[in-house]
Every structure is written in structure tokens, then in C-alpha cells.
Nanobody, 121 residues
């Protein structure tokens, strides 16, 4: 069973940077789509950035230009490079991988347990 484990979170001051990592226990090519989500205090979980197996990326408008999602296939690891961090970026960041399992488009999703990012002002 594939496991996802996030790391790299922490406490930083506004304007600082962090790089989050998501290590997978299996071949990263198992996933058709991988993404980072976050859940801020008192808020719903939101998509931050996603990347397809082909390398196409998408970002939430609030992080566009500041965050970069990438994957290292050799290391079976997903990354989120975060720069120019703002207090509103605070939240628990989750790694997820989705695999389309049938022709109807149903997905099997794997989730990490999250890593806390706190940005102080």
C-alpha cells in the first residue's frame, strides 16, 4: 500500500521560505495527479497546487507566483517550494496522490498526514 509522508513544515516569518517534501513509499508514477492541499485554521481544505504525471501544473490564485510544485521521479518525491510566505499561508499542508481506477473517472486517493506551516508577521 502506497504511503505519503510530508515533511518540511515549520515556523517562519513573513517573507520567508520553506520547502515541503512528500515522500512516497512506492513508484510516483502510480499517481495520475498529485497535489498539495492546505487547511487553515477555521477554514475548509483547499487545493494549493497540483501536478499531472505529464508535468502540467496548476496553482491556487493566492499562491501563484510564490509557490512551485515539482516532482522528482527518481526519488519518488513531491515538493512544494514556498517563497514570500504570508501569515495567511498558515495551515496544515497535505500531500495527496490520485489514481484514476476506471473509465468513469473514479479515483483512488492517497493522503499524507500533513505538516504544519506557520507564518508569523
Amino acid at each position: 500500500q502506497v504511503q505519503l509522508v510530508e515533511s518540511g513544515g515549520g515556523l517562519v516569518q513573513a517573507g520567508g521560505s520553506l520547502r515541503l517534501s512528500c515522500a512516497t513509499s512506492g513508484n510516483i508514477f502510480r499517481f495520475d495527479y498529485m497535489a498539495w492541499h492546505r487547511q487553515a485554521p477555521g477554514k475548509q481544505r483547499e487545493l494549493v497546487a497540483g501536478i499531472t504525471s505529464g508535468g502540467s501544473t496548476n496553482y491556487a490564485e493566492s499562491v501563484k507566483g510564490r509557490f512551485t510544485i515539482s516532482r522528482d521521479n527518481a526519488k519518488n518525491t513531491l515538493y512544494l517550494q514556498m517563497t514570500s510566505l504570508r501569515p495567511e499561508d498558515t495551515g496544515v499542508y497535505y500531500c495527496n496522490g490520485d489514481k484514476v481506477v476506471n473509465v468513469e473517472g473514479a479515483r483512488a486517493s492517497s493522503w499524507g498526514q500533513g505538516t504544519q506551516v506557520t507564518v508569523s508577521s
